[in-house]
């Protein structure tokens, strides 16, 4: 499985933007980027994903670099209630199971 | 439309018990797959159903098993537990074909 590199934990004010990143540089060509969030004591939940071109959704937004070896996740105003564990993951071809890693930490401030 | 529901929500068994839990995917998925969540090994992947047939297996052991029913809900069973299965069960079902998928709040179980 291709693996994705994020930082540990991130911190955001409240209404400001977010924005975390992801490194996947053995990305293969049939591989889409997705990410998920846990927020406390719930099970994960599908934040937005994409495969070349930036995609927006009522959630975020997901920037995808021209080589596709990294992507960002914008929040765009962040809330209390954005504070989760995000996690990019990579899924393709047949292969339908999520390989999560540690995700980032995100904590916002009020 | 109604969520992933798991039943039971909490669980508390002894060791070399055997559990089974439920997982009710949302309306039309007909995928229904089950992780492990733990503080040390994080989430981890178990096993995928579609259409009552197994078709992805992560790296457990046998005593890890599961099934799927006609109308796409699935049961995981373990048996003889160890206080290592001590862990969050979550099952997550999609439509046939999607990468979305759609969490249950999971199954609480403790191993004593």
């Known amino acids: 499985d291709a693996k994705t590199t994020q930082p540990n934990s991130m911190e955001s004010n409240e209404e400001e933007p977010v924005h975390l990143p992801c490194n996947h540089s053995?990305?293969?060509?049939?591989?889409?980027i997705h990410w998920y969030r846990q927020l406390p004591s719930q099970g994960p939940e599908y934040v937005i994903h994409?495969?070349?071109s930036n995609v927006n959704n009522r959630m975020a937004s997901l920037a995808i670099a021209e080589d596709r070896k990294s992507s960002t996740l914008i929040l765009h105003r962040a809330t209390l209630r954005d504070a989760a564990v995000y996690y990019c993951i990579l899924i393709g071809g047949s292969n339908y199971k999520l390989t999560f890693g540690k995700g980032t930490l995100l904590t916002v401030n009020p | 439309k109604a969520g992933v529901t798991q039943t039971p929500r909490y669980l508390i068994k002894t060791r070399g018990q055997q559990v089974t839990l439920s997982c009710s995917p949302i309306s039309g998925h007909r995928s229904v797959s089950w992780y492990q969540q733990t503080p040390g090994q994080g989430l981890q992947f178990l096993f995928e159903?579609?259409?009552?047939?197994?078709?992805n297996k992560g790296n457990f052991p046998g005593r890890f098993s599961g099934r799927q029913f006609s109308n796409s809900r699935s049961e995981m069973n373990v048996s003889t537990l160890e206080l290592g299965d001590s862990a969050l069960y979550l099952c997550?079902?999609?439509?046939?074909?999607?990468?979305?998928?759609?969490f249950g709040p999971g199954t609480r179980l403790t191993v004593t």
């Open positions: 994409g495969l070349t």
């Open positions: 053995t990305i293969s060509g049939t591989d889409y």
């Open positions: 159903y579609f259409s009552e047939t197994q078709r």
């Open positions: 997550a079902s999609s439509r046939d074909g999607s990468y979305e998928q759609y």
